[in-house]
Each structure stands twice: as structure tokens, then as C-alpha cells.
């Protein structure tokens, strides 16, 4: 019974983390319609830079986080306006070798830059886990969990609460109409990625706290995340977090009643159902 | 007030406007009448910035519009409402004429704006947090014109806003727009199909077939004439 509780508490705090890092992916698909091969390669400079600037400064990831926010959003916007932008009406092969092309890259600058090994922030200012009637929870996911749905609430905020997000939306369902109406296209891309590209910053410096940084994690989190949208339902932000939740849960079950070493294969086989059984996801669009 | 010349356009090298040149002056309702593919939304579709010429000018007030993007037309006071109304039929229809008043900025004006608009439609009042996607047709349309006016046109064009509703709807539809006009001394450029309605309630028309206007005229006239009686009245 414990162990249930210990594994769903894990589950729900991971997954939380995943679905705001699906989010946004949902968002960038919704509005901009573009795949981001390189979505979890952005959350890895995200991770790399919060355990950069606790390298040289001592800073913890927890206090640097609004830098990183700012440092991402920035990167995504840079990201929009020359890898992005010149392939917008390019057919959709040329746009997914454009963001492939982005990931390796990525990948390959992180190597020259930080080197192939694992790096951790050593001592970080949370730390330890707490018990709560029998169950422990390690406290930098607890930090994660906690932060990373405040860091949804805000995206969901923005998108379903600002004349921005209704601007978002308006270009996700209709850009012709939406620019009818009096919206430049390129300022909601341009915010698209910064919101995006700006939640994996929050992501980042939450999952360097307890998670090793590499050159390939984006690899783990770019994949858990186009599961989740895929679940949740491409453009959906309600979706994403469910999805995100379900598959924390499935993994870290997974994990701890089969095997660690298998904890992604029934998540990989959610994806193939949903792909198959209802592609649509299980909310539609946002 | 809008002031087109000579203007053509063409869809990857098939063209779709030859030398179509044509007027609206303030507070006049003016129609576009022409069968399926002569070019109608075309026209206004270039007018409102998504397509963009390859020949000819359009001054609205004097301004040059050719080459400019829709978000900024619209914020020079010329709204379209597209064919097909094409709603943002996830949000609600609140949330619809919100994003209609994107072009002004001032919390107030919109207020009042809307105000106009839910006087002009109550239907819309009791719908407002309704999603746009569950209205009926005759409400969709309603909502597709008062969210332009949300953007306060000085002049409003309309592509077959009677689409797709039934006869009855069509003269409410058509009805608001003379209201419009007459009390409010909105300029309305209106393109139709239901040939009769629209000629009955315009103060002049033109007639678009294959891209050109082959017939502009007082709308009484026209409605009279040998042309519009034999091609779209089938007298
Ligand atoms: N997106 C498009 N691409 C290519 N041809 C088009 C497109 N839209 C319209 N056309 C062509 O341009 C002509 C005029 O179309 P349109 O302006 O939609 O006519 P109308 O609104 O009067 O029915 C038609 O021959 C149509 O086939
Ligand atoms: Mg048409």
C-alpha cells in the first residue's frame, strides 16, 4: 500500500514536470504549426546553463531560474527569426529536417561546450526528502512539481486569460481570420516561442536540482514530451497536462513494479495506441 | 472613399482579376453581384490585404492599400467579413468580439462597441459565453458581422453573408445591413449572390463575370437590366 502511494506520488510529481514541458511543444505545434524535433534540446541548455551559472557563480538553479526563463525565451525568439521563420511555407519535410537539424546541432554544441559527461549540481539549496504518512518525497521534485504547475498556471493564464492568449489562439484556429481581425501572425509566433522556449526554462532549472545534465537528455524529455502531446491531443493545453500526468504514473509504476530499466516501454506503448486508436489525442485543440 | 484602379490578380499565374476598377463613396452601400468564380472574394479579399496584386491600386482615403498586411488594413478602418464567416469557433462569442476590437486598444470604446453591437443583435447578448462553434447558422452569421464591427469600419465589406442560411434569415441579414447603412451611415461594399436581395437594398452595383466588370450601374438599374434579368434572375 505504501509502496502505491510512494509510486504515485513520484508519478505525479514527474509528470507534472513533463506536462509543462509539453506544453510548450502543444503551443509552438498550435500556433506557429510547427514540430520542434529540438523542444527537449532546448530544456537540456535550459538544464546546462542553470548548472553553468551555479558553476560560476554558486548560484542555485532555484534562484537563477528567472535568468534562465529570460535567457530561453530570448533563444526561442532568435531560434524563430533564422532557423524558423525562412522555412514557414516551406513544405513540412523541409520544416522537420529544419528543427531535426536544430536538435543535433544542439546536441553537438553541448558536447564541445560542456563535454559527454554527466554533471550535477552537487549540493543544492533543496535537498533531502520528507516523509508524509509513510510515503517519502524527495524534496527538489517536490520543488519541481509544485513549480512546474505554477509555471503551467501561468501559460494557461496567459493563453485563456490575456488579450494576448486570445490572440494565440485566434492564429492556432484561423490565421487568415485572425489577421482580418487586426493580428500580426508573427508577433504571436514570436510569443509563442518565447513562451515555449521561456517554460523550459522553468522546466530546466526545476529538473537540474535532483536530474544529471548531458548532452543527450534532451533525447529522454523531447520524446516523454511528444508522447504527452500526442496523448493529450496536439494543441491542447488541458491535454497536455492530463497526458502529462498519466504518463508520470505509468512510467514511475513501470519502474517500480516491472523493472527500471523498462520504465519508458509501456509509455512508448501508449504512444502507438493513441496513434492508432484515437490520434486526435484526448482533448482536441486548445 | 475606396477608390480601386485597374487592379489585377492572379492565383499562381492563372489570373482571377483583370482591370477591375470600381468605387464606394461614405455612406453608400454598394453590391458585387457575379456568379460562383468570377472573382468576387478575390477582389475583396485583395482589397483586404491577403492577396496582393499584381497590377492596379486601391486608395482607401487617399492611402495606398496594395502591399499592405490585413492586421494593419483593418486598423485603417476597413473590415472584412470573409466568406464563410470563418469564426473562432473554440472561443466564445464574447471572446470572438473581443479579438474583433484587436485594432482598439482603448478598454472603454470596446465597451460601448459591444454594446452597439449586442443592440444591433440581442441574440449575441444572450449567447455570449456560448461557444462561437455552437451557434446557430443565422447567429454565427450575426456574430461573424458584429465582430467586425468591433474593429469600428469606416467601411465594412461583407463576402455572401446569406450563405448557406435559409430565405428568411437572408432578408434579416440583408435588413440589418440597410439598418446598418441608414441609421448608422455605415459604407458597406456587400458581395452577393442572392442577386435580387442585394441589388434591392444597394444604392449601386457591379457585375463581375471572369474577373472583369462587365456592368456598373444604380442598383434600380441594374436590377432592370437585360443582363442581370437574363444571367441572374432567369427572367
Ligand atoms: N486559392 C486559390 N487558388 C487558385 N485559384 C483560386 C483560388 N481561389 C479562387 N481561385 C480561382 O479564382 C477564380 C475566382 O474565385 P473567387 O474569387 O473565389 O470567386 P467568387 O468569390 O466570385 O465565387 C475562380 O476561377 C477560382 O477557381
Ligand atoms: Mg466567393
Redesign the interface.
Known sequence: MTDLMQVLASGVLMGLVYALISLGLTLIWGVVEIVNFAHGDFLMLAMYLAFTIYAAFHLDPLISLPLVVIALAIFGVIIHKFVIRPVLKAPMLAQIFVTFGLMIFLRGMAQFIWGPDYKAIPDPLVSGSVQIGGVYLSLPQMVAGVGSVLGAAIIAWIVYRT?LG??L??VA??R?????????PEKMYIATWALGAGSLGIAGALLVNFFYVFPEVGGVFGLLAFVTVALGGFGSVAGAFIAGIIIGLVQMSAGFFIDPAIKDIPVYLIYLLVVVLRPQGLLG?? | MLVVDKLSVSYDEAPALRDVSLEVTQGELVAIIGANGAGKSTLLKAIAGLLHPDAGSIRFDGQELAGRPPYEIVGMGLALTPEGRRLFSRMSVYENLLVGATPNRDQEARQALMKEVFDLFPRLKERQKQKAGTLSGGEQQMLAIGRSLMSQPRLLMLDEPSLGLMPLLVDQILETLQRLNQERGMTILLVEQNVREALEIAHRGYVLQSGRIVAADDANTLLHSDLVRRAYLGI
Open positions: 488579450e486570445r490572440g489562439r485566434a484556429e484561423d487568415e481570420a485572425a489577421s482580418l481581425m487586426g493580428i500580426s485543440e486548445f
